[in-house]
């Protein structure tokens, strides 16, 4: 059985920990919702600059680690004067990397809307981007909310990464602890449990507004 006194006594250090996680997850969960449906938009757009920059962006943002996306801001940026702290580098580079995600799953969305909703809105007056903001897009996202729930998931697991970086989220400060106690295998054991803490409600409350979508549908 894990020691419960390493996380009793080092409560405080994994609330700081825990509380740069969260902070971090929301901040790359709204960013990488804004940046991947712009290029989900890109990559679907008659304009063929955009529709390359779109595909471009995904193709290569989804084929590279996120450590590397990160060391392009943790480590490339001071080459050139500009010096940012992990834990905005690790968030920063956590966004760009899961709108790729986003933005795929955002684009199969937006092909399974039925094209003639866009042929109507269209017939009505309304000018591509309005067509987006007030007919398909609406309808792409309750379509594709399972596997944008997955990508959300998956991003708070994934901003573990921030450690590595001295980004002072959960795993930054279970590596201090660690390194005190000695206890390597305790240690991580809560660390695991508070992961668990924020990915189980959001499974929830993704499989909730799922069945209240269908529901309503």
């Known amino acids: 059985m894990p020691?419960?006194?390493i996380f009793t006594d080092y409560f405080g250090t994994y609330m700081k920990g825990f509380g740069n996680t969260i902070l971090s997850s929301a901040i790359a969960l709204v960013g990488s919702f804004l940046l991947g449906t712009i290029i989900a938009v890109f990559r679907i757009t008659p304009l063929k600059p955009l529709q390359?920059?779109?595909t471009a962006y995904v193709e290569f943002i989804?084929?590279?680690?996120?450590?590397?996306?990160i060391f392009v801001f943790f480590y490339?940026?001071?080459?050139?004067g500009v010096t940012?702290?992990?834990?905005v580098c690790g968030t920063i580079g956590l966004t760009i990397y899961t709108a790729a995600f986003v933005a795929?799953?955002?684009?199969?969305g937006i092909m399974a809307v039925p094209k003639g909703q866009t042929e109507a809105?269209?017939?009505s007056g309304l000018d591509y981007m309005q067509t987006m903001r007030h007919v398909v897009l609406p309808q792409a996202i309750k379509i594709v909310i399972p596997p944008l729930s997955n990508q959300f998931i998956n991003l708070v697991k994934n901003s573990s990464i921030l450690g590595a970086f001295a980004g002072l989220d959960l795993m930054y400060y279970a590596d201090q602890v660690a390194s005190k106690t000695y206890a390597t295998f305790d240690t991580y054991i809560f660390v695991a449990v508070l992961y668990l803490v924020l990915t189980l409600p959001l499974s929830y409350m993704a499989l909730h507004l799922e069945r209240k979508l269908a529901k309503a549908g």
Do not use: H, K, M, Q
């Not at 795929?104 to 199969?108: F, P």
């Open 3 to 5: 020691d419960i006194t």
């Open 52 to 54: 390359w920059f779109g």
């Open 62 to 69: 989804r084929n590279i680690p996120l450590l590397l996306v």
């Open 76 to 80: 490339g940026l001071p080459s050139i």
């Open 84 to 87: 940012l702290s992990g834990f």
């Open 104 to 108: 795929e799953a955002i684009r199969a």
């Open 121 to 123: 809105a269209r017939a």
